[in-house]
């Protein structure tokens, strides 16, 4: 925080005619009423509560204009006390009053510094000197904050606000339809011009992008998403692991000990691979058609060399002497599984019910804490691993992607007019792999990609 907020804030409580704005600001910003406003701040956590009163605060005393003052008051606040500050608190101020939000990409991130940025609307660009950020940035991130020049780098007043690198789409057409609009009411007028008079356009592109992630739909190959399991009481484990293995559609995964509540019992819990090998065609009528309106997942098996086997995992199956429990990623799965399961192992196995699961990675888990392992089928060596990885990320250049026209990477190549959207679909693509690489993950380098498709930026 500069020195000199504190006391602008001050300047600002010693003119209470200027407060009554902030209900009008809040409404713009929140969309929530002044009374929602305290009501949503009093119940939020600490970080979110800050960060809310900092985009208030942002807006009120550098954008905002007020008509009692006929001013924005942030400058008001240099023309009219320039005693009780500085010279070069004045020369910083000034560098803030002047400043407006905008949607930046980041370009390159230097932890522990900052990041260099670029306008997406025009050709500013520089670093910004934020140490905080630069930890949580990667590459090809769009973030939404209001930057000034001071002393050759970028600073943030304010929240800064990342957003999914799919919202871009969005961001440029409403940004580019609010601009247009603007210039054809004013003739002619600067950006800067536009983002201080417009400020609210930006909150209104916030809070849609977060409707849009709210709202988003996820398919599996096989309906919606929703992770959900299915329970069969267990009356012949015997029988039912003899069978399981003229199964195909059945990998054994590993096997573990089950403890039995708070007892000291303990029973082995057998772990298998639900699969489509053999089962395609009874899937038929459950597969998910052309998706238009969400977002397609899907898991890929591939062999020992990481060659693709056109075999899909669909669920994991836990087993034990007690319980047999099932679970998949659509309520379509389940329903399937529900009658195809005990059919297979007959009156082994009996359908008892289907819960739907928290869409919440971390609660999500099949794992028990209680469980140990018994045995553990090898996996491969880590430099095959590092083999079959490379050959899952290289496989999307085979895959049609929606945001090529339903072309694959490799044809987009091939089409001049298709170079631009390419190269963006690619700056996603890096940017997925970083924040994964950010997570722990195992991932290829982007230049991998490039080399693949021939292409640089």
Known sequence: MASFESRVSDIFDENPRLARNIPVVIRKLFRESESEFKRKSRSCSEDEYKSRLLKLFDILFIDFYFKEIDDRFLSWVIEQYPERFTAEELDEMRAQAGSHLDFYEIQEVMPGRGSRIKSLFTEDEGFLKDVSSSYHFVKWDIILSRCYRFHGNYLATGSVSRFNIIDKELIMERMNKAYSDFMLHYKDSEYNDFAKSRWEVFFQIEHESHEKAKNRVFYTSYGRLQLCEVRFHVHDLKSILEKIKDFEEFNQVDIKERRIGNKKRKVKRYHYDWLTLGIEEELADIRTGDVTDGVLLFTKQLDIAGKDTGIEAIGSL??????????????????FASRHIPALFGSALAFKRINKMSMNPKTASAVN???????????????????????????????????LNHLTPREARQDPAMLPRLIDWLKGFENILERRRMEGDEVISINLIKKALNIDW
């Open 369 to 403: 804490e209680d469980d140990t392992p018994v045995s553990q089928l090898s996996g491969p060596p880590p430099e095959l691993k590092r083999k079959i990885n490379r050959k899952v990320y290289l496989s999307r250049l085979d895959e049609r992607i929606p945001a």
């Open 318 to 335: 836990y087993l034990d002497e007690l319980l047999a429990r099932l679970e998949t990623r659509s309520m379509e799965l389940a329903g």
